[in-house]
């Protein structure tokens, strides 16, 4: 399992993984919201709203 | 394959009791179940982003843009206005505010200053419509590039198509739903309101003639006459486009509407501000 893997091999005891794993999801969270979701959402036609597609 | 029955105890036996094979296809099954899990959490992160977050972002530069203009009358303008109630309700204290005197107003779009196009992106006018509120005041720049304009500074404005006052069609695009959704309440115009485009020298008070739903190939909506591609036009007109219905991009909802009056900035508002519809 994928999340498992990652837990088993973040380095410290138990609180310094908790707050790794924060950090990551934090950076994937923010990483989306910022780049990858304003670029999937030009890409999809959802929320046009010229005409001639301009 | 062999039918042993495995008594319920058992499994929780070490992994190596079981197969080899079996933990494979365990652990395969394992991972593709944790990425359709991720995929579901990221799916519902995008809905969640595209829903509120890009409203929290738009309307933080779409402030900024109008914070941008020295010479923008105050947004939230008649907030202040005699007998009216501001957006959260409350009545508004009752202020004298200054409107532009009859004799400066010009009922023709002869004369009217125009502004040449500005580069892509730029703000260069605020639209005001008293329909939907005293404190409507958005900016208005140049394109409709989505990612660079209408998903960022709000309204855009066609490239090519007539600037405000001039004799044509100023035609601007924006959001109904998302991005700070200038225009989520296009539907509520009627013939009659009145659309209020600032420039840095101008007012210009247009009047709605008229809506249309019709399909996103319609370019005729923004065309010097609107409706008529390829006749010259006489009047200064203005089409607003946003899509239809909400949420979708099948159609597109439009507002057409023609120049009733310009008058130069500095003598007080155009009075149709202060009037709520």
């Known amino acids: 399992m994928i999340y498992p893997w990652i837990w088993r091999h973040l380095p410290g005891p138990r609180w310094a993984r908790a707050i790794q794993v924060a950090l990551i999801l934090a950076i994937v969270v923010l990483s989306l919201f910022e780049w990858v979701f304003p670029w999937v959402s030009a890409i999809l036609p959802y929320q046009d709203q010229t005409v001639g597609g301009q | ?277």
């Open chain 2, 1 to 277: 394959m062999a039918v042993e029955s495995v008594p319920s105890s058992d499994l929780a036996a070490p992994l190596s009791a079981t197969p080899k094979s079996r933990r494979v296809l365990d652990s395969i099954l394992g991972i593709v179940g944790e990425l359709l899990i991720t995929a579901g959490l990221i799916l519902g992160l995008y809905v969640v982003w595209q829903l509120f977050y890009t409203d929290v972002l738009s309307a933080r530069t779409q402030t900024q843009a109008l914070d941008n203009l020295a010479w923008a009358e105050p947004v939230r303008v008649p907030a202040i206005t005699a007998g009216g109630t501001t957006a959260v309700g409350a009545p508004a204290p009752t202020v004298e505010v200054a409107t532009i005197p009859e004799d400066l107003k010009v009922y023709s779009a002869e004369g009217a200053p125009v502004i040449a196009e500005p580069a892509e992106a730029t703000t260069f006018a605020t639209l005001h419509v008293p329909r939907w509120g005293y404190d409507y005041v958005k900016p208005v720049s140049e394109g409709t590039d989505r990612e660079r304009v209408l998903d960022k500074l709000g309204i855009g404005h066609y490239k090519g198509t007539a600037m405000p006052g001039a004799v044509g069609n100023f035609a601007v695009a924006g959001h109904r739903t998302t991005y700070g959704k200038p225009f989520s309440d296009i539907n509520t115009l009627q013939v009659g309101d009145s659309l209020v485009v600032q420039t840095e020298s101008a007012w210009y008070v247009y009047t709605v003639t008229d809506h249309a739903i019709v399909n996103p190939d319609y370019m005729a909506a923004v065309a010097p006459v609107p409706g008529k591609p390829g006749e010259a036009p006489t009047v200064a007109s203005i089409t607003l486009t946003s899509c239809h219905p909400k949420f979708s991009a099948a159609q597109r909802y439009i507002v057409w509407g023609t120049l009733k009056y310009w008058a130069p900035t500095g003598h007080g508002y155009p009075s149709e501000l202060l009037e709520k519809p």
